[in-house]
């Protein structure tokens, strides 16, 4: 039998929930696999080896982060599913715009807290990520499918397209036609772009596609009514360390982690 995790860090548990949404779905794996570790839906649980482990949330404690090693170090494989977990979610949005001191003291008023807390970081940045499955929450369906790859074997695959091509399938009319902002023409599609199909700009919580334009996407968040500085705040949002690319004035654009 297949031994499964799932684990949550800093985050709202929201993906976990989603799981849970699974239903049919959930109750048909649950047949072929044994899921061990599982603190928000069950109480028996154990914390030895695992196949597959699934990590919800952003490491932003130090006891995260002793979380997310031992996780790493009793897993063969390790999913990192949903936005915190894959980029270090909305709470990383500022990491490179502010110190850890000045963002505890704007949200709490000081900088001793009873956790040990640091920068919001994708879990990559602390260990070895086998997939990663992002979303605000994860995509249930590319749950189901992730782990229907793996318990035959297979190497599960998205592509990284934009979410306009979802628009196209559904045959959505395009939002920013109608002068909406939208970042779906560099965001990673597979969540069915339910946003832009009831009228709402994608918001970017899946994290970049392949090849983002980000200098011709905020050319056309300027021309849907946002400044520069709202455009980069705008796309920074989910983003998490993928953010640090983007720059008010084509100041020079890295693409690299840490915080
Ligand atoms: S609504 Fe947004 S995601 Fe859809 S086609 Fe237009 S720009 Fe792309
Ligand atoms: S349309 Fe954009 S904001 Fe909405 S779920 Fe998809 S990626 Fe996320």
Redesign the pocket.
Known sequence: MVKIGIMGLTGCSGCQCEILNCQDALMKLLGMVEISYFPLAQDNNTFEEFDVMFVEGSVTTEEDEAKVLKAREKSKILVAIGSCACYGGVQAQKNDEASLEEMLKTVYGRTELFLKVTKPRAVSEVVDVDYELP??PLDKRQFVYAVSFLLNGVKPFFPKIP?CHECKLSETECLTLKGIPC??PV?YAG?G????SQGVG?????GNCDFPNFDEMLKILNQNGLSEKDAVAFLKVFRGYQGKEIKVNGEERRNEKGA
């Open positions: 979303g605000c979410v970042q779906g965001t969540c772009a339910p946003c832009t994608c918001q970017g919580c899946r």
